[in-house]
Nanobody, 124 residues
Framework: QVQLVESGGGLVQTGGSLSVSCAAS????????MGWFRQAPGKEREFVAV????????DYLDSVKDRFAISRDNAKNTVYLQMNSLKPEDTAVYYC?????????????????WGQGTQVTVSS
């Protein structure tokens, strides 16, 4: 069982930066592929970024690829999402998720544990 707690969301202006974090409980954090998803009002949850268990491989939603960066610190049981050049369309609740698989999954159904989400709002 893994419990995930996101933090760091907030309000930022267009073009600004924000970093969100996700702290995981337990001693097996390094065995999980970690992902970030987001859900805007009235829209389905969508994949944003994923990182491998070691942190050596990542994948991104095309629209964020040059602006967002996912990273992890296995010693601190934490995964991060650095968001730069934010746009109003990035406004959403951001969720971190953990998968027991080994592939860099980009679909929500492949993830076993979810955090409660943190709101990110980008004003125009």
């Amino acid at each position: 069982q893994v419990q995930l707690v996101e933090s760091g969301g907030g309000l930022v202006q267009t073009g600004g930066s924000l970093s969100v974090s996700c702290a995981a409980s337990g001693r097996t954090f390094s065995t999980y592929v970690m992902g970030w998803f987001r859900q805007a009002p009235g829209k389905e949850r969508e994949f944003v970024a994923v990182i491998s268990r070691s942190g050596s491989s990542t994948d991104y939603l095309d629209s964020v690829k040059d602006r967002f960066a996912i990273s992890r610190d296995n010693a601190k049981n934490t995964v991060y999402l650095q968001m730069n050049s934010l746009k109003p369309e990035d406004t959403a609740v951001y969720y971190c998720a953990a998968s027991r698989g080994v592939i860099l999954f980009t679909t929500a159904r492949e993830y076993d544990y979810w955090g409660q989400g943190t709101q990110v709002t980008v004003s125009s």
